[in-house]
């Protein structure tokens, strides 16, 4: 059993990283292997939509991401980490989404290569955003939520948390409480 964390802010030991953290040591109390990313230490570019992928299931762009979708692959279940920026996921966050794209062949289907590793895989998140009303991060619950429905991923749930500062989740008990859970459901077929 693999749980590959996937965090999506820049600052490492920030809000984010504390309750991913938090997923992670949830999943290998639960018996799995874990692992983090994080892909502020990565160069990931942006998709160029140029279809190449659609019928090798390989990425024309030569960077770090390749090396990411391996890892997805042979992961059991992925738990992503990220702040809100500008009511939105973070450039970071972003850029690695949309790279998601090489799984994919022309009608959005898994790519026949992919699709035995990807069928079933879970998914779960972390949002964390300044704005006491957490809610304030629901575009960024949508668009992995509704990705995970389109293409029957297993969606595992999300924890939606508030705070500003570097590190202020940390006192946040209940929310380190669920990133735990969302973790050890990671690592439960
Ligand atoms: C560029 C930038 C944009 C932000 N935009 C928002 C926002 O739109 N709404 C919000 O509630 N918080 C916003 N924040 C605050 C962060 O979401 C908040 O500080 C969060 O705890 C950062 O998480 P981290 O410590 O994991 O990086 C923004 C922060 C930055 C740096």
């Known amino acids: 059993m693999k749980v590959l964390g996937i965090l ?28 983090k990313i994080v892909l ?13 992928c659609n019928e090798t299931g390989i990425c024309a762009i ?18 992503h980490s990220v702040p809100v ?6 450039a970071q966050m972003k850029a690695y989404l ?7 062949d022309a009608e959005w289907r898994w790519h026949k290569t992919y699709y035995p590793k990807m069928k079933g895989k879970r998914i779960g998140l972390i949002t964390v955003c300044g704005d006491p009303n957490v809610s304030t991060a629901d575009p960024i619950v949508h668009s992995f939520k509704t990705t995970c ?11 939606q948390a508030s705070a500003g500062a570097k590190g202020e989740i940390a006192k946040n008990e209940a929310a380190k409480k669920e990133a735990y ?3 050890k459901k990671g690592a439960t077929p």
């Open 8 to 35: 999506g802010s820049p600052r490492v030991g920030g809000n984010s990283d504390v309750l991913l953290d938090r997923a992670l040591a949830g999943a290998k109390a639960a018996g799995a292997e874990i692992e």
């Open 149 to 159: 429905q389109f293409t029957k991923l297993n969606w595992i749930g999300v924890v």
């Open 85 to 90: 920026y500008f009511w939105a996921m973070t």
């Open 40 to 52: 502020g230490h990565k160069k990931i570019s942006g998709c160029l939509a140029c279809e190449q």
């Open 98 to 104: 949309d790279r998601w794209c090489a799984f994919f």
């Open 181 to 183: 859970a969302l973790g």
């Open 62 to 79: 030569k960077d770090d991401m390749p090396e990411i979708h391996k890892k997805i692959l042979e992961a059991d279940a992925v738990i």
